[in-house]
């Protein structure tokens, strides 16, 4: 999986869509840290509806890619989990939304040249 | 993949994405269809920046789905490929991008009952 063109700001916006971010599971995740200073595991768990080892592996995934910090502590004497995005995470996050919204609406104020004949190529509704 | 829950108003709202439609490049085919009638092969080609085999495969996918309609015919003398969205297709896009619009807003305006210690839970930045 090349993540080479992310950077990319030319072409057609889905090649700036991080591929790290965009599955269903990572970017609820993502999105729910994105909302918080930093959320307990099992409140990621619940919230996003899936099992402690869907979400440990997801995260390891988004903490190999430098999104998401994992910080073990207690509250009381219950150990607790706690996940929060990095900067670098948070940008991303943006980066992906700004990508997302440009390719869904990629054709609604599509900046190409039509061919000459172009009422062959593409007919609007 | 189970497909069985993406009809769901339950739940977190990434139950709700269509894995069809999820994908960057059939995302950005849905798009760039749901802006026009119908368009040619050519054109969507060249505008989600793919090459001919990679259209064929996906637009096959989408066809199974019941989501896009090929038509074959000539302008000219000239043998063209129409893809147009049909109805399913229509709604399909238009009840993925309102999924991933909770998705990623879910946490912005969020309907879950916090526990009592919600402040160890969760932080707000």
Request: contains cysteine; glycine residues 8%; charged residues 20%.
């Amino acid at each position: 999986m090349s993540t080479g063109h992310r950077t990319s700001e030319s072409g057609h916006p889905r090649h700036r869509l991080d591929p790290v971010i965009h599955s269903p599971v990572r970017l609820s995740i993502v999105a729910c840290l994105a909302a918080a200073e930093r959320a307990e595991f099992g409140f990621v768990r619940d919230i996003v509806e899936v099992s402690d080892s869907v979400l440990s592996k997801q995260v390891s995934n988004l903490e190999e890619a430098g999104y998401v910090k994992v910080k073990k502590g207690y509250v009381g004497k219950y150990p607790r989990t706690w996940l929060s995005l990095t900067v670098a995470g948070r940008r991303a996050f943006d980066t992906h939304l700004v990508a997302l919204a440009a390719v869904v609406g990629a054709m609604h104020t599509p900046d190409v040249a039509l061919p000459a004949d172009n009422a062959s190529l593409v007919e609007g509704p």
